[in-house]
């Protein structure tokens, strides 16, 4: 256990459909991060937070739509979503921003149909 | 914007080998360097890190080592078991972006007995 967790671990959605994913935090971390890992490239960063405050949004598509009501709850709510869409979310944590280990959680697997 | 290199993308070995793995960075400003590994079915896990202003470091059978001019770092992992199998992933930070750790697309290593 990583002290990082995700729900749900898996999530299978049409394109019509709202979904949020969650991760929480147990280790008193100030930064989280949402990633993305589709296979055969490399994990992209999709946004960043630090103390609550959204740092780095790399240019995500809008139907993703992240929400971080404290420094220890992160979520990523999505709408209207792409088959292309589907890969493994991975939520993460560290203490501070600047060259900080990151701890992962287990990641939720996202299906679109 | 920093672009992450690894290689290779696959790798096997027998039981009691190293195993090497490379990668190449291109934003000379980066300064902290991580190696991740990921098993099947979790998140990726931090196993060994170093910062520009060191060349090489080691922990029991794990090792990377840090080229700045050449902008190269690789990790050594020695006396392989059957249990280092799994996915690596080297990554690359800098205070230019904001400290968004940048991960090459992964190397797949497979011990065998």
């Known amino acids: 256990e990583t002290g990082v967790t995700q729900t749900p671990r898996h999530l299978v959605m049409g394109m019509t459909n709202k979904k949020s994913l969650k991760c929480e935090q147990h280790?008193?971390?100030?930064?989280m991060y949402w990633y993305k890992q589709s296979a055969k490239k490399p994990l992209e960063l999709m946004f960043v937070y630090n103390f609550k405050e959204q740092t780095e949004n790399n240019s995500v598509p809008s139907r993703f739509s992240p929400e971080c009501p404290n420094s220890s709850h992160l979520f990523l709510h999505l709408h209207t979503l792409q088959p292309e869409d589907s890969a493994l979310y991975l939520c993460a944590s560290s203490l501070q921003l600047e060259g900080d280990e990151q701890f992962f959680g287990p990641g939720t697997r996202l299906t679109v149909l | 914007g920093e672009n992450v290199e690894q290689h290779p993308s696959t790798l096997s070995v027998q039981e009691g080998d190293s195993a090497v793995i490379k990668c190449t960075y291109s934003d000379s400003a980066s300064n902290y360097f991580p190696w991740y590994k990921q098993e099947l079915g979790k998140g990726p896990q931090l196993i060994i890190d170093i910062r520009s202003n060191v060349g090489e470091k080691k922990d029991q059978r794990i090792a990377v080592t840090l080229n700045k001019t050449a902008k190269h770092f690789s990790l050594h992992i020695t006396e392989t078991q059957p249990e280092d199998s799994a996915v690596y992933f080297c990554a690359a930070s800098n205070p230019n972006s904001g400290y968004a750790l940048n991960f090459g697309k992964g190397t797949s290593l497979l011990v065998t007995p």
């Open positions: 280790l008193g971390h100030n930064a």
